[in-house]
């Protein structure tokens, strides 16, 4: 709860004024010549800059992470969680330091209450190659993401650790981790491209047919599924990671193709026919293999929609789009590999996504993990 004199600002913009006028002092008074890094990345809407006054109910306020090496975090991790602990302010412009946990175990999150004792804070402190195991599965001593690795990496985690903000880094390891996964290499993305094409082509026909056989909703519900798909394709054209479903719609507004392709998606999402809804998808479809097309990363291809064999449902047959990009993918690793994609092109369960260690296990079978050329 903040005080009266809290007014909202974004997230980001709160915890670089606990790092720089709190935290940061803090550290180089009681642990000169310590290096780390603190920044604010992980979870959380204020990290991908979707933070709004709601945000403020659980796990939002003045946040951070610290980087030290694994040798300094074991020798002075405690030694530093109770200093902050204990010399904290008790709130920042109003919102307080510490948070307190619900103890409802279906409601397990913290939220920002005053406090007169020790501040229950929440700034975490980590070595970077620890956190990236745990967010994202590397392994520990890895320059470079393996082909399996990049595959298995959520697009929501990788946006978590490139997105936000690093306010000090004394040691440079984060922001070279940062730089590292900012993008897939080259031929990752020609390869995730193809197979986001693939997943269009394999519904785009039963939006029509479900509508045939009066299936209405069925027919919708294909629609919507096409749309997000058409979302996610223009977030990875432009080079930008996909959220999660509660932010994806938000990430896909800030494109530049979105004030344009947006009045297709919709339309296609409130039609309430198969004809309209057919309609809205085509333009849609169209608008998209157009970028493709502009992108120059495959020889283009006719973007405009044509009958779903002798059937009479108009779609683009998006399986040309990903065959053309596939043809253009020559790293070996790749290559011998079938359009199913990343974990997030053939899973969508959170309980899956938010665990490495599963989908570790789920990659297990796909053989030698290998390096992919840049």
């Not at 204990?86 to 209450?113: A, Y």
């Not at 004394?170 to 693939?198: D, I």
């Not at 002798?310 to 683009?316: H, S, T």
Request: net charge negative.
């Amino acid at each position: 709860m903040a005080t009266s004199e809290a007014r909202f600002m974004p997230g980001l913009k709160l915890s670089a004024i606990l790092y720089e006028e709190a935290v940061g002092p803090l550290l180089r008074e009681a642990f000169p010549g310590l290096r780390y890094a603190a920044a604010r990345i992980g979870s959380g809407s204020e990290v991908l800059g979707f933070d709004t006054p709601r945000s403020a109910d659980h796990e939002w306020g003045p946040r951070l992470e610290l980087f030290l090496t694994a040798e300094d975090r074991a020798r002075h991790g405690d030694d530093i969680r109770r200093l902050l602990s204990e010399r904290l302010p008790k709130q920042l412009r109003g919102w307080p330091t510490h948070f307190q946990e619900s103890d409802d175990p279906l409601d397990p999150v913290g939220r920002m209450r005053p406090t007169d004792g020790p501040v229950n804070h929440r700034v975490d402190v980590h070595d970077v190659e620890g956190w990236l195991a745990e967010r994202l599965g590397l392994r520990s001593g890895d320059t470079e993401p393996s082909v399996r690795a990049w595959l298995a990496m959520p697009q929501q985690r990788l946006a978590e650790t490139t997105g936000g903000a690093v306010f000090h880094d004394g040691p440079g390891t984060l922001t070279a981790a940062r730089r590292r996964l900012a993008w897939y290499p080259e031929q990752v993305w020609r390869y995730l491209l193809a197979c986001q094409w693939q997943r269009i082509s394999q519904e785009e026909a039963f939006v029509g047919r479900c509508a045939e056989v009066g299936d209405d909703i069925g027919s919708a519900v294909t629609a919507a599924r096409l749309v997000r798909d058409l979302m996610r394709l223009c977030l990875l054209l432009e080079r930008r990671y996909a959220p999660y479903g509660k932010w994806l719609g938000s990430a896909f507004a800030r494109l530049p193709v979105a004030a344009s392709l947006a009045p297709s998606l919709r339309g296609a999402l409130a039609a309430t026919d198969h004809p309209d809804r057919e309609g809205h998808l085509c333009d849609a479809y169209e608008a998209v293999a157009s970028l493709q097309n502009a992108s120059g990363l495959a020889t283009p291809v006719d973007p405009r929609p044509r009958p779903y064999h002798a059937r009479p449902f108009l779609v683009l047959h998006a399986e040309r789009f990903a065959q053309a990009l596939a043809r253009t993918v020559t790293d070996p690793c790749l290559r011998g590999l079938p359009l199913v994609g990343g974990v997030d092109q053939w899973a969508d369960s959170t309980d899956l996504l938010s665990r490495p260690d599963l989908i570790g296990a789920l990659w297990h079978a796909a053989g030698p993990d290998t390096q992919v050329s840049r």
